[in-house]
């Protein structure tokens, strides 16, 4: 059967392949092609910024920001929309046009930074050339795939950072010059395998700029107790991870009788002090985001999606979805706002005041806020309890989740956790075991929620620490068993960011990715340790000896 497409950079591509005939994430085959160009004009715009920088004249942040963006659209489930995403190739090429004229000698630059054109039936066709197959050598695709994906994650990240005024351009320069060098065929394997650590470098840096940004504006997290019952009013579901968008439609919505509702990764949110002023910030609904067809239909208001993890919605609750930024469906509202400046809510907010009360799913409380800085605080009680015996070991069990029932070997591995272990988790992977009531250990939990899949970073920080303060030479000496769930790009720079820190004898699951080709993937096992998950049974034996 001939290939409608190919894409296998989410975790659930099909019979962990790839995708040929339309995506697991229901990614239509034109829908990737004009992805696969995106990416593609977003490297060749990156080739010429790179050149600029190296004839020492600024790149503005427009640029990065159009970058960023660009590839923040093409992540899983982030942009299903094809008008949109030609129209962000058309602005590329312009802009790449505008930028090539700056340019005091174009030599050297790669096919890629010359191509234009401004009609869709020549993206069509350059589309079906510039693909994830258009690299014949097995390894070499491998790694620029890899790359690639990792670079997504660094994107979104830096996306969240830019929406607060923060920006890195050497992060951004790093960025575009990587995805330049995706396209230099005169880079061997082992090139491309330092480009690979020097990724996870700066996703390092990407991250602590992200870090930086949700701090400085809305304070460090605390441990909090989040509702996840509903209220009587009407309200609006706000999901994805943007905390700038939420902060703007809690403001645009006090004194309106709607109140606002967390769902999947924006669950965090609730635990910076700056939200917690607002009273009509009432919880958060539902679950991991692939639960969103159930939970959507039963929450009766207006849904808010401000970043990847949008599913293609049920005809009876599209009217309802809204999306913002990265974010594109046919057929839903999309609320345009740039950097800076007030993204208009209103036409949300008066759609809510039209809605029934979301229906109630479960009643009471769930714990987290346990990032950085809130566990520094209690370092004196988790060393004391480490010493003690009280606790054996953390078990790092950040990542994603998903609806592939093999994920329910998380669940499991959690409940068989013996009861002196304690759980470290950021991202969507935690809906898996936040909800077990596994109970603490003198008053530490037994789940520590840092966050969102961005705040990883809390963890890593939170493994240095425990270096420090027990005096050990390697991180990889602590008592700390790493077992990730992945699923699309983000993880992938967590990962990366993980390795360029030091970090070995990862698990991944609930598979290894499909884009490691055979040798790539043995380069990883040798020299970093990594490793798939088995069976609970088996893997307990192997972290535990039981």
């Known amino acids: 059967m001939e290939n409608k497409m190919f894409c296998y950079q989410c975790q659930e591509t099909a019979g962990c392949t790839g995708c040929t005939q339309v995506g697991v994430c229901g990614k239509k085959p034109e829908v990737a092609a004009m992805q696969d160009l995106l990416v593609s004009v977003t490297k060749g715009l990156s080739a010429v910024t790179t050149k600029l920088r190296a004839e020492g004249k600024p790149v503005s942040q427009h640029v990065n920001h159009l970058v ?3 590839l923040f659209a093409t992540i899983t489930n982030a942009n299903f929309d094809y008008d949109a995403l030609v129209a962000r190739v058309r602005e590329t090429l312009a802009e790449k046009a505008l930028l090539l004229a700056q340019l005091e000698d174009a030599a050297g630059l790669p096919e890629a930074a010359l191509w234009t054109s401004d009609d869709e039936a020549e993206f069509i066709a350059r589309a079906a050339e510039v693909g994830v197959l258009s690299t014949e050598n097995e390894d070499v695709r491998s790694l620029r795939e890899l790359i690639t994906y990792g670079l997504k994650g660094l994107a979104a990240y830096s996306k969240h950072a830019n929406a607060l005024m923060q920006d890195d351009e050497a992060v951004d320069a790093f960025l575009q010059e990587a995805l330049a060098k995706t396209l230099d065929d005169s880079l061997t394997a082992d090139d491309l395998v330092a480009l690979t650590l020097e990724t996870g470098k700066f996703g390092v840096q990407g991250m602590a700029l992200l870090d930086k940004a949700n701090t400085e504006a809305y304070g460090n997290p605390e441990v909090t107790s989040v509702n996840i019952g509903v209220g009587k009013n009407p309200g609006i579901l706000i999901s994805g991870h943007d905390l700038r968008d939420l902060e703007m439609l809690l403001e645009q919505t006090q004194g309106t009788g709607v109140d606002v509702y967390t769902h999947s990764e924006m669950l965090p949110a609730h ?6 002023k607002y009273p009509n910030f009432i919880g958060n609904y539902g679950n ?3 639960k969103q067809k159930e939970e959507f239909e039963a929450f009766n208001g207006p849904i808010l999606m401000t970043t990847n993890c949008i599913v293609p919605p049920k005809a009876s609750y599209a009217d309802r979805i809204y999306t913002t930024g990265a974010v594109g469906y046919p057929g839903c509202k999309h609320i345009d706002g740039v950097y800076g400046e007030r993204k208009d809510f209103s036409e949300i907010i008066e759609h809510a005041k039209r809605c029934a009360p979301p229906t109630e799913l479960e009643q009471g409380e769930i714990v987290g806020g346990f990032a950085h800085e809130q566990v520094f605080a209690l370092a004196d009680k988790v060393v004391d309890a480490v010493k003690s015996g009280a606790i054996k070991k953390f078990v790092v069990m950040a990542g994603c989740d998903g609806r592939h029932k093999t994920r329910e070997y998380y669940a499991d591995f959690a409940k068989a956790l013996p009861e002196d272990t304690v759980i470290l988790t950021a991202g ?11 109970g603490d250990i003198g008053g530490i939990p037994r789940v520590l929620d840092a966050g969102q899949c961005n705040d990883s970073y809390s963890l890593a920080l939170i493994a240095l620490k425990l270096q420090e303060v027990f005096g050990l030479a390697d991180v990889n ?3 700390i068993v790493y077992n990730i769930s992945w699923y699309e790009q983000k993880a992938v720079i967590v990962l990366l960011a993980l390795l360029y820190l030091g970090v070995k004898n990862i698990h991944l699951g609930p598979t ?10 043995k380069i990883l096992i040798d020299t970093f340790g990594i490793a798939g998950i088995t069976t609970v049974e088996d893997d307990m034996k192997l972290f535990f000896g039981e």
Do not use: E, I, R
């Open 68 to 70: 960023t963006l660009n």
């Open 271 to 276: 635990y910076y002090p700056a939200f917690k």
């Open 288 to 290: 991991a985001w692939w």
């Open 428 to 438: 969507c992977a935690k809906y898996k075991y936040n909800k077990l009531g596994l």
């Open 477 to 479: 000496d602590l008592p």
């Open 512 to 521: 290894l990715p499909a884009f490691l080709s055979p040798n790539v993937a």
